[in-house]
């Protein structure tokens, strides 16, 4: 079983950085590939960024440039640093893991301000 705490969200203006953190609990984390989706009212959740066990990243393009996703496998935490925020990022993120099963965390809310 593991477990997955997201933090980091909170309210910033447009332009402004923010670093979203999951720590997962669980000794099978370095076996778990990570990602981050978003989910904004009135929309499907979507990918915004995964990081295979070997350090493989996949962002969305209306991502790119802008966000980085990371992983620290003795901290069992993977991180998204969020720069140049714009309002249409504003949205639940969501931690997902997955290996033969998938685990969600409980999301943490970003609102980017305009």
């Known amino acids: 079983q593991v477990q997955l705490v997201e933090s980091g969200g909170g309210v910033v203006q447009a332009g402004g950085s923010l670093k979203l953190s999951c720590a997962a609990s669980g000794s099978i984390f370095s076996r778990n590939a990570m990602g981050w989706y978003r989910q904004a009212p009135g929309k499907q959740r979507e990918l915004v960024a995964s990081?295979?066990?070997?350090?493989?990243?996949i962002y969305a393009d209306s991502v790119k440039g802008r966000f980085t996703i990371s992983r620290d496998n003795t901290k069992n935490t993977v991180y998204l640093q969020m720069n140049s925020l714009k309002p249409e990022d504003t949205a639940v993120y969501y931690c997902?893991?997955?290996?033969?099963?998938?685990?969600w965390g409980q999301g943490t809310q970003v609102t980017v301000s305009s």
């Open positions: 997902k893991a997955w290996s033969v099963r998938v685990y």
């Open positions: 990081i295979s066990t070997g350090g493989t990243t």
